[in-house]
């Protein structure tokens, strides 16, 4: 039997810098953001909130090189160009 772990990465919209993969009407629905490869692994939950809003919930689908993609296809408010 094979034992799975994954962990919940909770960030702020205000200082979360994150690049828009791809988008849908001004949201981001997939991003590229900055882990430690180490510490994170694909499953992983991202969870990126607007003080108490939830405004992008995803997976972690890959890493590549110090970089995280995660998705959130029908339900992000993230904005798709960062301020």
Same mark, same amino acid.
């Given at each position: ?7 919940? *990465? ?5 200082? %979360? ?7 849908? &009407? @001004?949201? /981001? ?19 990126? *909130? ?5 405004? %992008? ?7 590549? &090189? @110090?970089? /995280? ?15």
């Amino acid at each position: 039997m094979e034992v799975a772990f994954c962990q919940t *990465l909770s960030f702020n919209a205000d200082t %979360f810098e994150y690049e828009a993969v791809a988008q849908d &009407n @001004g949201n /981001a629905t997939v991003i590229k953001f900055a882990v430690d490869e180490k510490q994170t692994s694909p499953g992983d939950v991202v969870v990126v *909130l607007n003080e108490t809003d939830i405004v %992008f919930h995803g997976l972690i689908g890959k890493i590549e &090189n @110090g970089f /995280a993609y995660a998705s959130d296809p029908k339900g992000s408010l993230l904005a798709a160009t960062v301020q």
